[in-house]
């Protein structure tokens, strides 16, 4: 499944990032919709979800990310929706790990 978030709040360490394998962090923006992707892998095998994933967030409520590969690009975003199904653009498209 992906669920789609709207990106809140991002460290200015996201856009400082040169790094060839994680330039992908300076186009991450505040008020931008992403999608992530809970794959098999990820899953915790008690509860088939991913970790972090907002399951029970509704509304307003806040929640935290962190950047694999830089711990310093960090921020918040607010889950719109799950999707049983991924149809994840390429740009703007993550995975939990």
């Given at each position: 499944y992906c669920v789609?978030?709207?990106?809140?709040?991002?460290?200015?360490?996201?856009?400082?990032?040169?790094?060839?394998?994680?330039?992908?962090?300076?186009?991450?923006?505040e008020?931008?919709?992403?999608?992530v992707a809970c794959q098999p892998l990820a899953m915790?095998?008690?509860t088939l979800r991913c970790s972090g994933d907002g399951h029970?967030?509704?509304g307003d409520k806040i929640?935290?990310?962190?950047?694999?590969?830089n711990s310093q690009c960090q921020g918040t975003w607010k889950k719109i929706?799950?999707?049983?199904?991924?149809?994840?653009?390429?740009?703007h498209s993550f995975i939990f790990t």
């Open positions: 789609e978030f709207r990106t809140e709040s991002l460290s200015q360490h996201c856009a400082l990032e040169t790094r060839p394998h994680a330039r992908w962090m300076q186009y991450l923006r008020g931008h919709t992403v999608c915790s095998p008690a029970n967030a509704h929640l935290h990310w962190e950047a694999i590969g929706r799950q999707l049983d199904h991924c149809s994840c653009p390429l740009v």
